[in-house]
């Protein structure tokens, strides 16, 4: 089965601080997401990327940046956390790149709280 | 705009019971539609695939159909059991490659 692992369960940080929320899959999957979950609001999508270096923004891209240096592993950055990114974030990953029917497999999710 | 719409209100059914769950889409024409189970504090989970040249697809205890006219797809679960409470989401093909967009979900609360 396929595991994706997030690096936290719980983070708690100041406002102004830089983040990174680790995600890690380990079973070859081209595509990694990063969602971000809100009651009320749903499941919102980040950002995504389809290959390594690459990366593309989702619907709510602002105040976040990604990397992936490598295939397996897809950082999500917060370059100053405000309180109003206190939220669940979730990693996803799917198989191939350009496939538009492919299930998400997703990690167990960080719930950050920035103060 | 692009809507995917459940209904918030959580369902609340008796053990044995077939619980029903309802996504609606609005400015949408999806190759298909998949539904995820979500547990509190835990990630969603995949369920079922439904592509949009069938109208209906099962899984064990689970049935998924696909009404392109109406834009909709029901979500039933049939003798369900407390284990079975938990959030329900569907998710239609998103705006970028490979993605998904999710709806909010439904509660569904089954009581012994």
């Known amino acids: 089965d396929v595991k994706v692992t997030q690096s936290s369960r719980y983070l708690v940080k100041r406002t102004g601080e830089k983040v990174f929320l680790e995600c890690v899959q380990d079973m070859d999957h081209e595509n990694m997401f990063w969602y971000r979950q809100d009651p009320g609001l749903g499941l919102r999508l980040i950002y995504f990327?389809?290959?390594?270096?690459?990366?593309e923004k989702g619907d709510i891209p602002e105040g976040y940046s990604v990397s992936r240096e490598k295939k397996e592993r897809f950082s999500l950055i917060l370059e100053s956390a405000s309180t109003n990114q206190t939220s669940m974030y979730l990693c996803?990953?799917?198989?191939?790149?350009?496939?538009?029917?492919?299930?998400?497999?997703f990690g167990s999710g960080t719930q950050l709280s920035v103060l | 705009s692009q809507k995917i719409e459940q209904n918030s209100e959580a369902l609340n059914i008796q053990e044995g019971k077939t619980a029903t769950l309802t996504c609606n889409y609005t400015n949408y024409s999806p190759a298909y539609l998949q539904w995820y189970r979500q547990d509190p504090g835990r990630g969603p989970v995949f369920l079922l695939l439904i592509r949009e040249n069938e109208k209906e697809k099962r899984k064990e205890r689970l049935k998924v159909t696909f009404d392109t006219t109406l834009k909709q797809s029901l979500f039933h679960i049939t003798a369900s059991q407390p284990a079975d409470s938990a959030t329900y989401l569907c998710?239609?093909?998103?705006?970028?490659?490979?993605?998904?967009?999710f709806g909010k979900g439904t509660m569904l609360l089954v009581s012994p």
């Open positions: 990327s389809y290959d390594v270096k690459m990366k």
């Open positions: 998710a239609l093909e998103g705006s970028g490659y490979s993605t998904l967009t």
């Open positions: 996803a990953s799917s198989l191939l790149a350009g496939a538009t029917n492919e299930k998400l497999f």
